[in-house]
């Protein structure tokens, strides 16, 4: 098993981790723990030494679960990885009163590597002014926390500020191929290197929808002659880069489990075929959008109800990847019968604002066909 040394903190991590928000569940929607625990257990026996789970995971079943199997081994032989769920934490007293119940149910003393759970601009400034942070590192010094750290969801310029605000232990962000201008991105990458704070990397395989492609993608990747998996590029060009020390998989089955471990107990970065290939890859993607839209919001409000920028987000998201599961739950419940396309009364009201004028009536006639259709079912 590929190894990573953080220097910064002298601890030696298995670059696979294994994420625990993507157990196999049984047809209740429960945790299919026989299964689940095999799974751990065959990862645990090749030596991944890192698990990730978070208050909320499985319906805050996920740390019960993971702490009930975790207790059969050596508490030196792995590093467990939870978070403070920011969203429940109204007052300081939270902070213990949270603490307190993730160790219980984790059955542990301590945790290794603790984060203020999907830190944005918004929460990171109630952490700072309710004094969360300052609790966080009294109890790092009790040896309750051994490595603080936070994970992020927001734009470059609040990570810059959150991860410049403090000499971090570790820090963890969301990067793929296709994301590398989202969010922290590799702007974000290039400042933990500055500011050599070691990175956990969760989305790898973007929620696994680098994973599976329709035939013309697929043809790129099997040009290179190689029985790897289509999954197994994207995490070898996440592990290729030398901060980063984790690379988190949420693994649904035994299969995947194997796959990954194939990747990682002989890992090879990516060679410049590979990444040339993958470069043709996103082109290819991209080229696949639809819309230009640029989520401006001009045109918003809508005065028939319509989530324009949301619309062209869907129907964009839709071409690129080929897949209606990637877009469903958006399309179905975020946007819902009120927001949909089909509301459009053609007033062109958003037109007359629209900062690359677009033709967005048109447009968006297109994007409920396309979606009514479910064309890509993949």
């Given at each position: 098993?590929?190894?990573?040394?953080?220097?910064?903190?002298?601890?030696?991590?298995?670059?696979?981790?294994?994420?625990?928000?993507?157990?196999?569940?049984?047809?209740?929607?429960?945790?299919?723990?026989?299964?689940?625990?095999?799974?751990?257990?065959?990862?645990?026996?090749?030596?991944?030494?890192?698990?990730?789970?978070?208050?909320?995971?499985h319906n805050q079943e996920s740390e019960t679960f993971v702490g009930r199997v975790l207790s059969k081994y050596d508490r030196n032989s792995f590093y467990l990885a939870t978070k403070l769920p920011c969203w429940k934490i109204e007052k300081l007293?939270?902070?213990?009163?949270?603490?307190?119940?993730?160790?219980?149910?984790?059955?542990?003393?301590?945790?290794?590597?603790?984060?203020?759970?999907?830190?944005?601009?918004?929460?990171?400034?109630?952490?700072?002014?309710?004094?969360v942070i300052q609790r966080l590192e009294e109890l790092k010094a009790e040896g309750k926390i051994r490595y603080l750290g936070f994970s992020f969801h927001d734009k470059y310029e609040v990570f810059k500020e959150i991860l410049c605000y403090r000499?971090?232990?570790?820090?963890?962000?969301?990067?793929?191929?296709?994301?590398?201008?989202?969010?922290?991105?590799?702007?974000?990458?290039?400042?933990?290197?500055?500011k050599k704070v070691p990175l956990v990397i969760m989305e790898p395989v973007k929620g696994g929808s680098l994973a599976t492609f329709a035939d013309d993608i697929k043809a790129k990747f099997h040009s290179l002659g190689s029985e790897r998996s289509?999954?197994?590029?994207?995490?070898?060009?996440?592990?290729?880069?030398?901060?980063?020390?984790?690379?988190?998989?949420?693994?649904?089955?035994?299969?995947?489990?194997?796959?990954?471990?194939?990747?990682?107990?002989?890992?090879?970065?990516?060679?410049?075929?590979?990444?040339?290939?993958?470069?043709?890859?996103?082109?290819?993607?991209?080229?696949?959008?639809?819309?230009?839209?640029?989520?401006?919001?001009?045109?918003?409000?809508?005065?028939?109800?319509?989530?324009?920028?949301?619309?062209?987000?869907?129907?964009?998201?839709?071409?690129?990847?080929?897949?209606?599961?990637?877009?469903?739950?958006?399309?179905?419940?975020?946007?819902?019968?009120?927001?949909?396309?089909?509301?459009?009364?053609?007033?062109?009201?958003?037109?007359?604002?629209?900062?690359?004028?677009?033709?967005?009536?048109?447009?968006?006639?297109?994007?409920?066909?396309?979606?009514?259709?479910?064309?890509?079912?993949?």
């Amino acid at each position: 098993m590929e190894k990573r040394i953080m220097e910064k903190l002298g601890v030696e991590t298995s670059l696979l981790g294994f994420g625990c928000m993507r157990f196999p569940v049984t047809a209740e929607g429960k945790i299919d723990e026989p299964l689940a625990e095999q799974m751990m257990q065959k990862a645990m026996e090749a030596g991944v030494n890192y698990f990730d789970t978070a208050y909320p995971y499985h319906n805050q079943e996920s740390e019960t679960f993971v702490g009930r199997v975790l207790s059969k081994y050596d508490r030196n032989s792995f590093y467990l990885a939870t978070k403070l769920p920011c969203w429940k934490i109204e007052k300081l007293e939270d902070v213990d009163t949270v603490f307190q119940e993730q160790l219980e149910k984790l059955r542990t003393d301590y945790i290794d590597f603790y984060l203020i759970h999907a830190l944005n601009k918004e929460r990171f400034d109630l952490m700072v002014k309710i004094g969360v942070i300052q609790r966080l590192e009294e109890l790092k010094a009790e040896g309750k926390i051994r490595y603080l750290g936070f994970s992020f969801h927001d734009k470059y310029e609040v990570f810059k500020e959150i991860l410049c605000y403090r000499d971090w232990d570790f820090c963890q962000i969301q990067l793929n191929y296709m994301d590398v201008n989202e969010q922290a991105g590799m702007k974000g990458y290039y400042l933990t290197e500055e500011k050599k704070v070691p990175l956990v990397i969760m989305e790898p395989v973007k929620g696994g929808s680098l994973a599976t492609f329709a035939d013309d993608i697929k043809a790129k990747f099997h040009s290179l002659g190689s029985e790897r998996s289509i999954a197994s590029y994207a995490l070898r060009w996440v592990g290729s880069l030398p901060n980063v020390k984790v690379v988190l998989s949420g693994m649904s089955d035994m299969e995947q489990v194997e796959d990954n471990l194939r990747t990682f107990e002989a890992f090879q970065p990516l060679s410049e075929q590979e990444h040339k290939v993958i470069e043709e890859v996103v082109d290819l993607i991209h080229s696949r959008v639809k819309s230009g839209c640029t989520a401006c919001r001009y045109c918003m409000p809508c005065p028939a109800g319509v989530d324009i920028p949301g619309n062209f987000k869907v129907w964009n998201t839709y071409h690129m990847y080929q897949k209606y599961s990637m877009v469903r739950h958006h399309w179905e419940n975020g946007l819902g019968e009120e927001k949909q396309a089909k509301n459009c009364v053609k007033c062109g009201k958003c037109e007359a604002v629209c900062p690359q004028k677009l033709h967005i009536r048109e447009d968006l006639a297109r994007v409920q066909e396309d979606l009514d259709k479910k064309e890509f079912i993949l």
